[in-house]
């Protein structure tokens, strides 16, 4: 299973700055950006689920890839039945709400890509205008 974000018009500035910038550099934005992801299908609703915080504990943030032609990160809940939960149709599971979790439901991950995109890209960018002096 496997989730994307359209960055066509991102891409199209970006290269420039991908040029210029070192990839250490951008891989440590994509790095915070892909926490941020992670703390938000935790925080904001749908969330994902908690019950005994196996799935909220399994969080981890893979393939970094920088290259001239490829800047991606792999992130999300690395357990057996995490994509069982997230691609749950809603209304057939009744979620347990424990705690701060108060709002469980499918798409934890997909619903926070598509509504917090630019806040993800921002943060990418504070990184890099940091490395270009500002």
């Not at 210029?20 to 703390?39: D, M, R, S, Y």
């Not at 299908?41 to 893979?62: C, F, H, M, V």
């Not at 991606?72 to 691609?87: L, P, T």
């Amino acid at each position: 299973m496997g989730m994307t974000i359209d960055m066509t018009e991102f891409e199209k500035g970006f290269k420039k700055l991908v040029d210029q910038a070192t990839p250490a550099e951008l891989e440590k934005g994509l790095v915070k950006a892909a926490n941020l992801l992670i703390e938000d299908a935790k925080n904001e609703a749908p969330q994902a689920p908690y019950k005994t915080g196996d799935l909220r504990g399994s969080s981890q943030i893979n393939a970094v890839v920088v290259t001239k032609d490829d800047v991606s990160v792999e992130a999300g809940f690395n357990i057996e039945y995490a994509a069982r939960w997230h691609e749950a149709e809603a209304g057939t599971i009744n979620w347990t709400r424990k705690g701060k979790v108060m709002n469980p439901g499918p798409k934890y991950l997909e619903s926070k890509m598509e509504r917090n995109s630019k806040k993800y890209l921002d943060k990418v960018g504070e990184q890099l205008r940091a490395l270009l002096g500002g």
